[in-house]
């Protein structure tokens, strides 16, 4: 079962990582087995953020990638995508969809966080996340309904369908370009997984021009 990723701070030095030609495969990011096909227009750099809400390390990198998100140019499309790998994982992956479906899921995101880790709130079942999302201006009877909706389940089964073709071992993740992994492993801590992943786009945009 996948397991929300333990890592150690490695000291990359990524001060000193300048440019994408610094990266180093193997050290800094890792190539996914078999690209993933992705959301982004011609010419857009995807990043994917996959994670749990349950996961406290997901947590904790909000706001470092929320901070990082606010710089990308306009070239970079960011996904969130929730991993999905049953009971809990795949509930609040149905809570993010049925969010979106709402129209609520950017106001709502980072407080769904809140309330499971500050707050002790499970939302693991339709009840609790009912309750929780009708403080967002929709009804009760609502958020059941998406809940229970037949495009929020395809889209948590297409999540599942991306985790598999990615083969991850742990959350959170950035996937750049549907290629580039970058754990808080492999950048060294979570704060520095905005770092790496800026110099993957970057690396994405200089392979573009060749």
């Known amino acids: 079962m996948l397991q929300s ?15 994408a030609d610094n990266l180093v495969e193997g050290q800094h990011y890792e190539k996914l087995p078999e690209p993933v096909k992705t959301q982004a227009e011609e010419g857009q750099v995807e990043v994917t953020e996959v994670f749990w809400y349950g996961c406290p390390h997901c947590y904790n990198l909000q706001r470092s990638v929320t901070d990082w998100y606010e710089t990308l140019d306009e070239d970079v499309k960011v996904v969130h995508m929730p991993a999905t790998m049953g009971g809990d994982w795949n509930t609040h992956a149905a809570l993010f969809y049925a969010a979106e479906a709402l129209g609520i899921r950017e106001e709502a995101h980072a407080d769904i966080f809140n309330a499971i880790h500050e707050e002790g709130q499970r939302l693991n079942n339709a009840d609790s996340i009912a309750r929780f999302l009708s403080q ?3 009804s009760e009877d609502e958020v059941r309904q998406a809940l229970d909706a037949f495009g929020v389940k ?3 089964n297409q999540a599942h369908a991306r985790m598999r073709t990615m ?9 750049v370009d549907g ?32």
């Open 136 to 138: 967002y201006g929709v």
């Open 154 to 156: 395809s889209q948590v």
């Open 167 to 175: 083969r991850l071992m742990g959350v959170p993740a950035l996937v």
């Open 5 to 19: 990723a333990a890592f150690a701070v490695a000291g990359l030095g990524l001060a000193t990582l300048a440019s």
């Open 179 to 210: 290629r580039y992994l970058v754990t808080p492993s492999s950048a060294g801590s979570l704060e520095n997984m905005p770092q790496v992943a800026d110099a993957l786009i970057e690396r994405v945009r200089q392979e573009r021009e060749d």
